[in-house]
């Protein structure tokens, strides 16, 4: 099930992810997020495994849920039920310390564009566009979009994406900060491997509490976040990363991080 709808490969410590459902648009059916759920624990519990790539197949990222799950069960248990898988999947990837990156081959609509949001990284191919797609079926946008979007734009283009329900091309997802970069569409899946590559062979530790003091700030005083951040790299100085790259740039070569 899992190779079939989830091709899952591992290049140079990048655990990539490929959302293979060309007939429903990618959409996240129940076998989806079932397969995503079982490779995010993958993800956060190898250690080997330092950067998270999630793209689609196609011309399509993620059109979003799958209408036919979301009709077969609309009673207040079954929903929960449903979005308990979901919420399982986005709090460990939220969570862990270690980077992701979401390459946006095509389409991300709904649940799509929550799913893209995820990444630390947002690359976007020249084609590739951008819709809250909720107003369409009448139900709350979720995933933690409502969470990550105005964090990410701002409340007032977020709610002028959620209520105007527009399509948000790649140049302006890229001007209104929804992306960090746009590819060309030739190659596109190679770039962002490669992008990913070069994180994987970053400083794992230093990446993973970087990437868990950003998620903090929101909610901590500077006081509290200083003292974090003191904390935070006082564990830093005893890694072995850090003794190599002091060793690297004593010696004017390139490191060779290990991730401890």
């Not at 059916?29 to 956060?44: D, I």
């Not at 790539?53 to 799950?69: E, H, K, Q, S, Y």
């Not at 919420?87 to 390459?103: D, F, G, N, Q, Y």
């Not at 969470?147 to 091309?169: E, F, I, K, M, W």
Request: net charge neutral; with cysteine.
């Amino acid at each position: 099930m899992t190779q079939t709808i989830l091709d899952a490969q591992v290049i140079d410590g990048v655990l990539q992810l490929q959302l293979r459902a060309p007939e429903v648009r990618n959409a996240l059916s129940a076998e989806m997020k079932q397969a995503l759920h079982a490779q995010a624990r993958r993800f956060v519990d190898d250690d080997s495994l330092r950067c998270l790539l999630i793209t689609g197949c196609d011309a399509v990222f993620c059109a979003g849920g799958d209408l036919r799950t979301m009709q077969s069960d609309r009673s207040t248990v079954g929903v929960r039920r449903r979005m308990a898988l979901t919420h399982a999947s986005i709090r460990l990837l939220a969570e862990c310390e270690k980077p992701i990156v979401t390459a946006i081959n095509g389409a991300a609509v709904g649940a799509g564009l929550s799913l893209a949001l995820m990444g630390d990284v947002v690359v976007a191919a020249e084609d590739a566009y951008f819709m809250a797609g909720f107003a369409n079926v009448g139900v709350l946008p979720d995933m933690g979009l409502l969470y990550h979007l105005p964090r990410t734009v701002g409340r007032v283009q977020a709610s002028d994406l959620l209520l105007s329900n527009r399509r948000v091309p790649a140049p302006e997802a890229l001007a209104l900060g929804l992306v960090s970069r746009v590819l060309p569409q030739a190659g596109f899946l190679e770039q962002a491997l490669e992008l990913a590559r070069g994180i994987a062979a970053g400083p794992g530790v230093s990446f993973g509490l970087a990437r868990a003091l950003m998620a903090g700030s929101y909610k901590d005083s500077f006081s509290e976040f200083l003292l974090k951040e003191s904390l935070a790299q006082a564990v830093v100085f005893g890694t072995d990363d850090f003794a190599e790259g002091v060793s690297a740039f004593g010696a004017k070569r390139k490191p060779r991080f290990t991730g401890r």
